[in-house]
């Protein structure tokens, strides 16, 4: 049930005429027009919707057609309220729940249309236009009882049609009733509301006002991160730290190991167990052991017999070798992890202390190196376990054979390939493309490459000596991939004591390698720049030997056509393959013989030389003179190494001590010095590949490994620090400071392969 209240205004204030009043059931809501052409009767006319629907919500239109209004002769017509007076008013809504209603559209629409019928039989006189309506909504319950009792007993509630509105009575309780005047309010409160306000995009500026607390703050922070990066504080002891983080290990059911069942058991060998095994292995036909020779050696058993047939089977020589391995590692397995840096000291450990101490694991010896001089060494390049050793005489009037030996760290008694040779070797290198293969030099000039795959020697290639007049030492062999005419393939090159430069390559259809001449060094005459010398006494006679024997090749870091060769007399050529009866540069680094020289790895301008005037000296490429020279004792420097894990770290052997050497902490004195286990003289040093072991040599043949302990932690920045460290050296010389500046770094810049 709705009641319909209609008030009448003029000039926007209350005339004080009764309201009419008239409630009646409907089921939805509309709006009518009501005309004034009959004084008595107002028919409802076509108008629009006032009342629109949006959603599920009903809300009045403003819009409503206006009737002139007469009152005993007189207009009473209500004006329009300003729209300022309501602008800022809000609109009403009226959602579902504030009426409740039932039945159709239909029965809603025909209601209204009766609704107008009995307000036009009203005692009111419209005349001329429409008139304005105001229509309220009662309560539910009001809608209810009030429908209920003007509408009781005149409209059938079993009736399915509407009733006519012309044939209704309404009771006389519908009347007039004065209204008291109510003025209008001169103000209107308006309560305007925030919104809550909602950030989509905040950027904070990265700049602050100067001169105020968040500027001096800021400074401040600028001034410490100077102070840590480019200033005094960047020298500081770091250590690496781990984070706190519990890292949660997950795994699926398919990477589980499955469970390895085993048993214990026992089992007697003897040497006719071994025959049985390797029956049908025996040794081939065109061995040099025959059994005719052998069963005529009367002093020989029959087994000792069968023993050298099984030395001679390859698969019992690798069930050997596999059992040596695990014998040796019984013996020797921390000292093998150690090598390997399983069983690293923690670096959260208390008491840390840079002491730079060598820790001594194990030597490679056996029987047949005694009294035999190492006089090469080399690391293979794929398998670091892997160590060649050559081993030939120190002095001249020494009388013995050479000998190569591949030794394993996974059984440091007894080498795993044994080649004998009637020369003594000189000097000796792994192939960089093909890892089996190994170059040898011999002290008659003669060149051999073998394949290591195998127990027994299998010659690759060797040098015609003829074609590469190669007839005296050879002290260096060098590995090298052609990028000129023969891209890709790879060449060796042979430093000859005849001062003899040649380059050798493998043929696939000869053993014997085609030879190419590639320099010949000649004594060098007149004032040498770098070291200064004293004076020597020059002979009128002419010299008998006009050439300078090259003990030492080195190829340049970056160029590949560029390398440099020692000799005997101190000199340094720097030489390139494209001439071959030049060199480029030439200066004296020594008073006597070189024994190395070796580039930074970690900065490529800089490179160490040692030699027999008892010195070690620091170059950069592109400085005539050295930085600084190192000495220690009044004996000549063997070999000297970078270290591949520390910049600023090198090692040193003279006689039969081993220095270590940092250059961040001083110069003028070494770290640390160790004595040689067996007190021979050393030959030769060189690092492992990780820069945690050290490898020493002695002329007794012995090879003697060490680990490094105690040492400080890597640097993140190795370049600077070797860099920073240097000119902290050179703080007294400010001429090579200069210099250092002018070659804008002391590395080449990288993915440079040519020197500009």
Excluded at 67 to 87: D, H, L, M, S, W
Excluded at 309 to 316: D, G, P, Q, T, V
Excluded at 604 to 618: E, H, M, Q, V, Y
Aim: include cysteine; proline fraction near 5%.
């Amino acid at each position: 049930m709705v009641t319909i209240t209609i008030y009448a205004y003029y000039n926007s204030v209350y005339t004080g005429y009764a309201p009419k009043t008239i409630s009646f059931p409907f089921t939805s809501f509309t709006s009518y027009k009501m005309s004034s052409r009959s004084p008595e009767k107002f028919p409802p006319a076509p108008q629009k919707k006032a009342l629109r629907k949006s959603g599920t919500q009903f809300r009045l239109s403003r819009r409503v057609n206006r009737v002139q209004v007469y009152f005993n002769g007189e207009n009473v017509t209500p004006r329009t309220i300003p729209t300022a007076c309501f602008k800022a008013a809000k609109e009403r809504k009226i959602a579902e729940s504030d009426v409740q209603f039932s039945g159709t559209i239909a029965t809603l629409n025909r209601t209204m249309i009766q609704a107008s019928k009995v307000f036009a039989n009203s005692s009111y006189t419209h005349v001329g236009r429409t008139t304005s309506a105001f229509i309220t909504f009662g309560g539910v319950s009001t809608l209810q009882e009030t429908a209920s009792e003007v509408i009781t007993g005149y409209v059938d509630a079993t009736s399915t049609t509407s009733p006519n509105i012309d044939d209704m009575q309404f009771p006389a309780e519908i009347k007039e009733f004065e209204s008291p005047r109510v003025p209008m309010p001169e103000f209107v409160s308006l309560v305007i509301q925030e919104t809550e306000t909602e950030i989509l995009l905040d950027l904070p500026s990265s700049t602050v006002e100067k001169d105020t607390p968040e500027g001096e703050l800021a400074e401040e922070d600028n001034k410490t991160y100077e102070y840590l990066t480019e200033g005094r504080g960047k020298n500081r002891k770091m250590v690496n730290a781990i984070i706190q983080t519990v890292s949660v290990l997950n795994k699926t059911k398919f990477t589980e190991a499955p469970r390895v069942k085993s048993n214990n058991d026992h089992s007697f060998v003897s040497l006719w167990e071994l025959y049985d095994t390797y029956y049908n292995d025996y040794v081939p036909a065109n061995t040099s052991l025959s059994l005719t020779s052998i069963e005529k050696d009367t002093a020989l058993t029959k087994d000792d017999i069968e023993m050298i047939k099984l030395s001679k089977n390859e698969r019992y020589m690798d069930s050997v070798c596999i059992m040596q391995r695990i014998l040796a590692n019984n013996v020797f397995n921390e000292q093998q992890k150690r090598f390997r840096g399983l069983s690293d000291p923690s670096p959260f450990r208390e008491g840390i202390e840079y002491n730079y101490r060598l820790n001594f694991l194990w030597t490679f010896a056996n029987g047949d190196t005694k009294d035999r001089c190492v006089s090469a060494m080399c690391i293979n390049k794929v398998n670091h376990d892997i160590i060649a050793v050559g081993y030939g005489r120190f002095y001249y009037d020494e009388d013995v054979t050479g000998l190569v030996l591949l030794w394993n760290i996974k059984n440091p008694v007894q080498p795993e390939r044994q080649y004998h040779f009637s020369t003594p070797v000189t000097s000796l290198n792994f192939s960089n493309q093909y890892h089996n293969m190994l170059a040898i030099g011999f002290y008659d000039g003669t060149v051999k490459v073998i394949d290591v795959s195998r127990r027994e020697v299998s010659i690759i290639g060797v040098n015609c000596k003829a074609s590469s007049q190669l007839y005296e030492p050879i002290w260096q062999l060098n590995w090298y991939t052609d990028v000129d005419y023969y891209r890709g393939q790879e060449f060796l090159v042979a430093t000859c004591q005849n001062g003899r430069i040649a380059k050798l390559r493998l043929s696939r259809q000869s053993i014997l390698m085609s030879s190419h001449h590639m320099m010949r060094i000649t004594s060098a005459e007149g004032k040498l720049k770098g070291i200064e010398t004293l004076r020597k006494c020059t002979s009128k006679k002419v010299s008998h030997s006009r050439v300078s024997p090259a003990l030492v090749y080195t190829s340049h870091p970056i160029d590949p056509r560029i390398y440099y060769i020692c000799t005997s007399e101190g000199n340094v050529h720097k030489c390139s393959k494209n001439y071959f009866h030049q060199h480029l540069e030439l200066f004296l680094a020594h008073d006597g013989p070189m024994y190395s020289m070796e580039f930074s790895p970690f900065c490529n301008k800089l490179f160490l030389t040692c030699g027999d005037d008892w010195a070690i000296r620091l170059w950069a490429d592109g400085i005539a003179e050295p930085l600084f020279e190192i000495k220690k004792r009044w004996l000549g420097v063997q070999g000297v190494a970078w270290s591949p894990s520390h910049s600023t770290i090198i090692a040193s052997i003279s006689g039969n001590e081993i220095f270590i050497w940092d250059l961040q902490r001083k110069t003028y004195d070494s770290q640390s010095a160790t004595m040689s286990p067996t007190k021979s003289r050393n030959t030769l040093i060189q690092f492992t590949h990780d820069g945690r072991c050290l490898l020493v040599a002695d002329i007794d043949g012995n090879v003697h490994v060490f680990s490094l302990e105690d040492m400080p932690f890597a640097a993140y920045f190795q370049e600077n620090l070797l860099t920073q460290s240097i000119k902290r050296a050179l703080i007294t010389r400010p001429d090579l400071l200069n210099s250092i500046d002018k070659l804008d770094g002391l590395s080449y810049p990288p993915g440079s392969t040519e020197i500009k």
